[in-house]
């Protein structure tokens, strides 16, 4: 089956540090640009950052330098390494697969609420 | 950075009324953009890729149109599967995307 499995979300203090993990399957992972996507409950979404299948990687301004994304090809797997985070950064976050430019698959998400 | 303004933020409609939703880029995209529909507790699914094209699947009562600055989702005759939540999404600057800030459609 084709699917994309989020992990890793959880509480975490502010300043602290976090890991995500997309698990993808029933694709050729390798192919892909992937991507993370946030949305905060009640919020719209917002992208959080991309990486080509090449290994470049893009963020927006919002997380540049606290934010880190990663592949892991051999693993099918995607990373999300947060860092200095902050209540702002409390929300879904969704690793989606893009093809020509277009979110195709989505996983279900993974909840990070970052709290005292 | 381009910026997407989507309108309107929220909208009460009935079923079987037609619906319009317009996304406005900050500066030209060409027809680099898609319609999501997301319904609560779910991930968003595509509807429209290329400004106007049909992702396969999805009925026909939704359609895209634009180019350049304006793009207009339209819903022909709501159905009540189709209350949710409606995002843009640009990719002309790809890899980095901006989404419009998203249409709540409730029932009236």
């Known amino acids: 089956e084709v699917q994309l499995v989020e992990s890793g979300g959880g509480l975490v203090q502010p300043g602290g540090s976090l890991r995500l993990s997309c698990a993808a399957s029933?694709?050729?992972?390798?192919?892909?640009?992937m991507h993370w996507v946030r949305q905060a409950t009640g919020k719209g979404l917002e992208w959080v950052s991309a990486?080509?299948?090449?290994?470049?990687?893009y963020y927006p301004g919002s997380v540049k330098g606290r934010f880190t994304i990663s592949r892991e090809n051999a693993k099918n797997s995607l990373y999300l390494q947060m860092n200095s985070l902050r209540a702002g950064d409390t929300a879904v976050y969704y690793c989606?697969?893009?093809?020509?430019?277009?979110?195709?698959?989505w996983g279900r998400g993974t909840l990070v609420t970052v709290s005292s | 950075d381009i910026q997407m303004t989507q309108s309107p933020s929220s909208l009460s409609a009935s079923v079987g009324d037609r619906v319009t939703i317009t996304c406005r880029a900050s500066?030209?995209?060409?027809?680099?953009l898609g319609w999501y529909q997301q319904k609560p507790g779910k991930a968003p699914k595509r509807l429209i890729y290329?400004?106007?094209s049909l992702q396969s699947g999805v009925p026909s009562r939704f359609s895209g149109s634009g180019s350049g600055t304006e793009f207009t989702l339209t819903i022909s005759s709501l159905q009540p599967e189709d209350f949710a939540t409606y995002y843009c999404l640009q990719h002309n600057s790809y890899p980095m995307y901006t989404f419009g800030q998203g249409t709540k459609l409730e029932i009236k």
């Open positions: 500066q030209g995209i060409r027809n680099d």
């Open positions: 989606a697969r893009a093809q020509e430019g277009y979110f195709d698959l």
């Open positions: 029933g694709f050729t992972f390798s192919s892909y640009d």
């Open positions: 290329a400004a106007s």
């Open positions: 990486i080509g299948t090449a290994g470049d990687t």
